[in-house]
Every structure is written in structure tokens, then in C-alpha cells.
């Protein structure tokens, strides 16, 4: 199943509420949000204009993916509360259809994986008998 939560992502003058899936396997250095095509169409970031290309490794093998040269914000939610909000780098990569949650984003908006099987999990601040289910995934 995996763990997805509700995020509102704010850029270029623009914001989208969708579901981002926690995925502890994409690691960076940095607060990346992966967002797919579909997503970058609509902030209008595709097709590239002053976009950066770079060949990364990844479990699918090697792909390009694109560096948007703005900052985001990003807002991890429940229901219309924001329980969380942070900077982030977002990044666009064509062959995916949801977006994707950074290891190191992951740990900014302080996500903390109950059950990844079952779709649980928890806020850093929740308290500890808090157990939130995962959102249903939003394909872009």
C-alpha cells in the first residue's frame, strides 16, 4: 500500500492539494519534492523553459530529471489543518504519475512511519497512541 499523506504545494505564484507517496528510498541532500509531468503542467513549469537536466541513478536504473530553479513551499496536511510547512527544491521527472516525498523531506515535515504495509503513520508531534492513515493515491 504505502504511506501517502496530503500536501499542498505552493510555486510560481500557484498552489495544488494533492497526495504525495512518503518514499524513504528516494535520498537527497536536499528537501526534494518529485512532482510528475502532469503536476508541472499545471504550474507551469513544462515543457522546460529554464529547467536544468541532470542523469541520476535510480531503482528503475538511470533517468534525467529535471531541476525546477525556483524555491517551493511545501504543507503537510490533515483534513484543511496544516500541521507542517517547509521550504523545498522541487524536481520534475517525466515517468512517474504521483508525486514524491524526499527522504530528507520526508524527516522536514516530520513524518514518522508507523507501517509503511499498511499505509500508517504519525507527525513527530502527534501523540504517540496518534495513528493517521494514509490518503488515497493522486495520479497527475
Known amino acids: 500500500m504505502g504511506i501517502r499523506v496530503r500536501v499542498k504545494i505552493v510555486a510560481g505564484g500557484k498552489s495544488a492539494t494533492t497526495s504525495a507517496l ?8 536536499e528537501p526534494d519534492l518529485c512532482i510528475p509531468l502532469g503536476l508541472a503542467k499545471f504550474f507551469s513549469f513544462w515543457p522546460p523553459r529554464e529547467l536544468y537536466g541532470e542523469e541520476v541513478v535510480t531503482a528503475g536504473g538511470e533517468t534525467t530529471i529535471y531541476l525546477v530553479p525556483i524555491q517551493a513551499k511545501i504543507q503537510l496536511l490533515a483534513g484543511d489543518e496544516v500541521i507542517c510547512e517547509t521550504p523545498c527544491s522541487l524536481v520534475v521527472k517525466p515517468h512517474i504519475d ?26 513527530r508531534t502527534d ?14
Request: charged fraction near 25%.
Open 127 to 140: 501523540d504517540p497512541s496518534t495513528v493517521r492513515r494514509s490518503e488515497e493515491p493522486q495520479y497527475w
Open 98 to 123: 504521483e508525486v514524491l516525498l524526499s527522504d530528507y523531506l520526508i524527516d522536514e515535515l516530520g513524518i514518522v512511519a508507523i507501517s509503511y504495509r499498511k499505509g500508517l503513520w504519525r507527525h
Open 22 to 29: 512518503v518514499n524513504s528510498g528516494f535520498e537527497s541532500i
